[in-house]
């Protein structure tokens, strides 16, 4: 179950949606050496102590993350910087 989920709204087409989940993971991979891949529309990271998913539908792009214990005391920073990435990203 994930520590926190977040949904932004989205008027871009799915390549659009894709390449702007791509453009965060590739910023997540080199800031915080997580490993990426793609499942379909979902946009799978991890590293230690950090876990989630990007699910990429028609209207909306879906954040859940799950936190290990160490991280935990930084969820509500954490979550509030990436509302504000995924608004700034998911908006044409």
Do not use: C, P
């Not at 799915?14 to 590739?26: E, G, L, M, V």
């Not at 997540?28 to 529309?41: H, R, S």
């Not at 920073?77 to 509302?83: C, G, M, N, R, S």
Request: negative net charge.
């Amino acid at each position: 179950m994930a520590d926190f989920s977040i949904t932004q709204q989205h008027t871009l087409s799915r390549d659009q949606a894709r390449d702007a989940a791509q453009k965060i993971a590739d910023q997540m991979a080199a800031k915080y050496d997580m490993q990426i891949g793609w499942e379909g529309d979902v946009l799978t990271f991890s590293r230690s102590g950090i876990d989630g998913t990007l699910a990429i539908e028609r209207s909306q792009a879906v954040l859940d993350i799950t936190l290990g214990f160490m991280f935990r005391v930084f969820t509500s920073q954490i979550e509030e910087k990436l509302v504000r990435n995924m608004a700034k990203v998911f908006t044409a």
